[in-house]
């Protein structure tokens, strides 16, 4: 075998060794990517905003009978875990709650339903991207508020969010005024100078 040339059993070799490894890179890569570390925190950071306001839900008391419960009393976040209960009956086959978690095996978000005795898992909704499932979370404690006893003036972050909208609206007309002056300024400069600006 020459310096410059392959014989076609080593390049039959090679050739295989390269298509094996392709091979297993491809597989390192898959395995790596369903391991992967599943964003919960701004699904965990929501549910604690929302339980420290004065939001009232419609539950299933211990008597069986509809009353209605503060979102502090209802809901838990513990080792990137959201549980919501919406039933404790003292009766165990009525309890129930929904619980939010970080599924590494399904590489999802999953929201699930645990019912009755001995719950098993009832999957409400899953996905990968942490809006879509506050999004779904939000949208299922909305059909359930107690408008009676919820006020929204009186939610700390609902002031804070209008706090934040005038101080938005505010810059906006700032910058609207600056523009529009900027403008003036310009219109000025081109009737009397032809748009150039006089020599300082």
């Known amino acids: 075998m020459s310096e410059v040339g392959m014989s076609k059993g080593l390049r039959f070799f090679f050739k295989r060794l390269e298509k094996r490894s392709g091979q297993l890179d491809e597989a390192r890569l898959t395995e790596e990517s369903r391991n992967q570390e599943i964003p919960f925190d701004d699904v965990e950071r929501f549910a604690r905003a929302i339980m420290s306001q004065n939001i009232f839900i419609h539950t299933v008391g211990i008597n069986g009978k509809d009353e209605s419960t503060i979102l502090s009393k ?36 999953v929201v699930e339903r645990l019912h009755g005795l001995r719950p ?50 505010e810059e906006q007309i700032a910058q609207d005024l600056a523009e529009i002056e900027a403008l003036e300024i310009q219109t000025t400069l081109d009737k009397h100078f032809g748009g150039k600006r006089p020599n300082a």
């Open 120 to 169: 098993c898992p009832e999957t409400l909704y899953a996905s990968k991207d942490e809006s879509h499932v506050i999004r779904f979370f939000a949208n299922w404690i909305l059909k359930r508020i107690d408008w009676d006893k919820t006020k929204i003036n009186n939610l700390d972050l609902y002031k804070k969010l209008k706090e934040v909208e005038r101080l938005e609206y």
């Open 74 to 109: 209802a809901m838990f976040s513990i080792n990137k875990v959201v549980r919501l209960y919406y039933s404790t009956s003292i009766d165990e086959s009525c309890q129930g709650y929904l619980r939010l978690h970080a599924d590494q095996t399904k590489q999802m978000i």
